[in-house]
């Protein structure tokens, strides 16, 4: 198995604007990664329908979520970019781990309490097996990484166990258990108006992420109105291990200055938030409107987006046949 040691695959949902929270906990370490790794990186839009999309709003996200990863500084040249439903794989796949994962399994998935919140009867059935297919995006390659943010982590144990019970239940070494890499400071990005709620695309407050969409004034607005509390910065990040939106704004800062939340602590030691923030609205307008403006101008370039991801995909069902291929054959599906 040595051609695949040093495969990633990783994706984003095109459920509405990139968040701050997708580029620090994902696309910005894939960036990094993309050198050392063969990549795939997948805009999952059978993800996304686990909840209601509307239609035309998919295709305009799928293109920005892939001009989002392009404008961050993925090369489509070196990596594989492309939209999950171009590969009917995923979701063939996907299909035979609903049959190898268990329902216990599925039921301690916190992402899906989350999402169905209390009206779990109404949740779609795709939310609920959602990490079946996502463990059949990864193991479809046989990825042996995945950088993703904390979130997901939980997520990825499933894939692991899913693996080693499909290589146990048919005697055969066949799927790789994946590694997660969570990298940087900000490995879970929260929300700017709860510091206890992850940073989402789908919160319905504007105020709470930052969209790599937003202008640069719109930015500095979303800064300076960013909850924190009355006590100055501390000056380890241990000390305001109770102050979870402060504690969120100095994680944001040290990963988008390549620095670590201890430096950022020394350097704003016993101040209050007002310098800090206007220098926190600076910086990410220094590093998102470059990425920002490039993200609009390919957004526009349709035929271009529709030209990567076709490439991509066609390099993706390339990749996934022969390996879905064994698949078949190890299940004992009559291949003519
Ligand atoms: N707040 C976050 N902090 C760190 N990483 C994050 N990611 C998402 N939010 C944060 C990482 O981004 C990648 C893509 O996530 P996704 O779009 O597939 O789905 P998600 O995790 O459910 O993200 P959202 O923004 O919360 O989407 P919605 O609102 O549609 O559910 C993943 O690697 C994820 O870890």
Not at 105 to 122: I, P, S, V, Y
Not at 166 to 174: H, R, T, W
Request: net charge neutral; glycine share 6%.
């Amino acid at each position: 198995m040595t051609e695949f040691k040093q495969r990633i695959f990783s994706g984003v949902q095109p459920t509405g604007n990139l968040t701050l929270g997708n580029y620090l906990g994902a696309i910005r370490n894939w960036v990094a990664l993309q050198k050392k790794y063969e990549s795939i990186f997948c805009v999952v839009d059978l993800h996304a329908i686990t909840v209601w999309q509307d239609p035309a709003a998919l295709r305009e996200a799928t293109r920005e979520v892939a001009a989002g990863m392009i404008a961050s500084g993925i090369d489509p040249r070196e990596c594989i970019i492309f939209n999950q439903s171009q590969v009917p794989g995923h979701a063939e796949l996907a299909w035979i781990f609903n049959c190898v994962a268990r329902m216990g399994w599925l039921n301690r998935m916190t992402q899906f309490k989350d999402k169905a919140g209390k009206n779990k009867e109404r949740a779609s059935v795709g939310l609920y097996v959602y990490p079946d297919l996502m463990a059949a995006d990864i193991l479809l390659y046989k990825a042996t990484h995945v950088p993703v943010g904390e979130d997901q982590k939980q997520h990825l144990e499933l894939a692991r166990d899913i693996a080693q019970k499909f290589n146990s239940d048919y005697g055969v070494d066949f799927f790789p258990v994946v590694e997660p890499l969570i990298l940087g400071e900000a490995k879970r990005v929260m929300s700017l108006r709860d510091g206890t709620a992850k940073m989402s695309k789908s919160d319905p407050s504007e105020n709470s992420r930052i969209n790599l969409t937003d202008d640069r004034d719109t930015i500095a607005k979303k800064i300076r109105k960013a909850r924190t509390d009355s006590a100055p910065i501390a000056g380890t990040i241990e000390e305001m291990a109770d102050r979870p939106e402060a504690r969120n704004l100095i994680n944001i800062f040290a990963a988008l200055s390549d620095q670590t939340a201890g430096d950022i602590c020394v350097r704003y030691d016993g101040q209050g938030f007002a310098a800090f923030k206007k220098d926190l609205a600076e910086l990410s307008v220094s590093v998102l409107g470059p990425i920002t403006e490039e993200m609009k101008r390919l957004t526009d370039e349709k035929t271009y987006i529709d030209q990567i991801l076709k490439s991509g995909s066609e390099k993706a069902r390339a990749l996934s046949a022969p390996i879905l291929k064994e698949v078949h054959n190890i299940v004992g599906f009559l291949q003519s």
